[in-house]
């Protein structure tokens, strides 16, 4: 099973920047999706942003704010996080899909006050 560990999250002022930033502990590989979810308190985790091959996807509510990237030479993933709000506040867990099986890091806390 692989690990994901996260790194990056913290507190911010509305408007500000962050980078969060993910890797893997074996090799991933580009067929393989990797992003990243974000869930608010007492809701469902939600899609943020993911990466496939040359292809990503981001959510409607971070599109033009936030931008994924992939390092395929070092197995990791980054969501650099930009014009950040106070909706913005969650939980961020980094993803990826390997085969049938959903991947998980533990989750770092984005903070981001008005």
């Known amino acids: 099973q692989v690990q994901l560990v996260e790194s990056g999250g913290g507190s911010a002022q509305a408007g500000g920047s962050l980078t969060l930033s993910c890797k893997g502990s074996?090799?991933?590989?580009?067929?393989?999706?990797m992003g990243w979810y974000r869930q608010f308190p007492g809701k469902e985790r939600e899609m943020v942003a993911l990466s496939v091959r040359d292809t990503t996807q981001v959510a409607p509510s971070v599109s033009g704010r936030f931008t994924i990237s992939r390092d395929h030479d070092k197995h990791s993933v980054a969501l650099k996080m930009r014009y950040l709000r106070p909706e913005d506040t969650a939980v961020y867990y980094c993803?990826?899909?390997?085969?049938?099986?959903?991947?998980w890091g533990q989750g770092t806390q984005v903070t981001v006050s008005s």
């Open positions: 993803y990826l899909r390997n085969g049938d099986r959903d991947n």
């Open positions: 074996r090799t991933i590989f580009e067929w393989e999706t």
